[in-house]
């Protein structure tokens, strides 16, 4: 089932027996079993409702005797069992041995008051293995995967809603392109905007680039999406912004190469008629990276990428082997990529 369902479900008062929350996605994973607890257990009752295992370290069998036994002084509890490898296709290193058919018989009779959320660590499951198929069958599983480009823009304009604020014109994008792509550090980011605008409050552009921290790969892209844009003199204040921190030339250059390739794999797989999604799974790049990466690479034809790629190359060398003082180096390169 989707996340949306799950939760709509649980709203409404109707629980699975076992949740089995796995994906690359760990922040909204993290989110969904706070969100689980919320609803089910009182905080003055968590020592009695709440226990932690991992399966690394403790037998499933030790977990499921736990999920069968009684609640003491509440009505319900939540069992959370980390490190469910056992349901993928890796090789397991833990020395403890799991009786897998135990739990596909719990399934088949699981008990009312016990909540079990088995934690996997991984990008997939195992869909061949009986065990993945019963908890499938029954609708136990729970794919926390890295968002699209929309649904990334989605996540943090509902977030900033539950904060009581809102987006004005071009602020959203913005605080994606200088925010990243990290959930935890976005919604860190938000919650710092929400106390800055306190509630019913508007998060302006201005405010975002005043406001919203930045690493240094977010800076160089930015200074590259205001070389796509022509704006050679913002991106050299964002290159001395970059000097202030102390950031080496020769790393600024290594991440401007690195998203010119990106921008020129994007440019070849667009054209060759493969979606964003997918061009992200081909080259290991957030979604959003790629979708963004897309809208600059229609500023370029392929020999003005090459060059540009060729350039990098150069100054590269040049730096590493003493011909240009670095600094002077970038600042040419920059002013030469606006002809």
């Known amino acids: ?163 009581g604020m809102t987006f004005g014109s071009g602020a959203l994008e913005k605080f994606l392109l200088y925010g990243g792509t990290d959930l935890q550090s976005l919604a860190m980011e938000l919650d710092k905007l929400s106390l800055y605008v306190g509630s019913g409050g508007e998060v302006t552009a201005d405010l975002v680039e005043q406001m919203v921290a930045r690493t240094t790969e977010q800076n160089v892209f930015i200074l590259i999406d205001e070389l796509v844009k022509m704006n050679t003199g913002k991106a050299l204040e964002i290159l001395q912004d970059l000097y202030k921190q102390k950031e080496e030339p020769i790393k600024i250059v290594a991440l401007m190469a690195r998203q010119y390739r990106l921008i020129a794999q994007v440019k070849e797989l667009v054209q060759t008629g493969y979606s964003h999604q997918q061009i992200a799974g081909a080259v290991g790049a957030h979604p959003y990276a790629v979708k963004l990466a897309a809208e600059q690479a229609r500023k370029y034809d392929v020999n003005r990428l090459n060059r540009i790629l060729s350039r990098l190359a150069d100054l590269d060398y040049q730096m590493k082997s003493g011909q240009i003082d670095k600094s002077f180096g970038l600042e040419l390169l920059l002013l030469n990529m606006a002809v």
């Open 1 to 163: 089932m989707d996340y949306r369902s799950i939760v709509k479900e649980i709203e409404q008062g109707k629980l699975m027996p076992v949740y089995v929350c796995y994906g690359p996605e760990v922040f909204r994973r993290r989110e969904f079993i706070r969100f689980m607890l919320g609803k089910l257990v009182e905080p003055e009752h968590e020592e009695f409702a709440v226990t932690r295992y991992d399966l690394n370290e403790t037998p499933l069998d030790v977990v499921l005797d736990d999920s069968e036994t009684v609640p003491f002084l509440v009505p319900k509890k939540v069992i959370i069992a980390e490190n469910a490898q056992f349901l993928t296709g890796a090789k397991e290193n833990s020395k403890v041995e799991h009786r897998l058919e135990r739990l596909i018989e719990y399934l088949k009779n699981p008990v009312d008051y016990t909540v079990l959320i088995l934690v996997v660590d991984a990008e997939k499951l195992d869909e061949r293995k009986k065990l993945v198929k019963a908890l499938k069958e029954r609708k136990c599983l729970l794919a926390f995967q890295t968002l699209t480009a929309e649904e990334l823009a989605d996540w943090a304009a509902r977030r900033a809603n539950r904060l």
